[in-house]
């Protein structure tokens, strides 16, 4: 005989003062608690990597200037490698778009390509294309 055999076949107890729960509210009273609302998302943050902004050297520098002026000259499309710094956090990543430039506008130090895209010209790394294959500086 076990300890529970007196209760177990009893019919449950409906309370005739209360109404019952919704299901939602019962199942609320399960949810996992969180304390430290928005931890996950700081870990996750932390550990994200960035890269450091790159120095290009006088050279690096006349050659791209060279690429940029080819590309305007010639109207080709080019992909341009720039690095976009993180909003959150020290450094930032490296992105790629692929256009034809169509003007410089150096008062805001901006490369304007012919889709409306622009990149901060202190933050392009490298201008490649079909045109530049057999150029050399």
């Known amino acids: ?36 609302t928005g931890h996950d998302v700081a870990i996750a943050e932390m550990g994200r990597f960035t890269f450091e902004k790159p120095k290009p050297s006088s050279e690096e520098l006349k050659w791209l ?17 720039y690095f976009q710094p993180d909003v959150f956090k020290h450094g930032g990543d490296y992105h790629k778009v692929i256009g034809k430039v169509k003007s410089i506008d150096e008062m805001d130090g901006l490369l304007i390509l012919s889709d409306k895209q622009s990149v901060r010209l202190d933050n392009i790394i490298s201008i490649e294309g079909e045109i530049f294959d057999n150029v050399e500086l």
């Open 1 to 36: 005989m076990s300890r529970y055999d007196d209760i177990i076949n009893l019919p449950h107890h409906v309370s005739k003062t209360r109404i019952p729960m919704s299901m939602e509210n019962r199942a609320a009273q399960f949810a996992p608690f969180a304390a430290l």
């Open 65 to 81: 200037s060279f690429r940029l002026e080819c590309a305007i000259k010639r109207n080709a499309e080019v992909i341009i490698t």
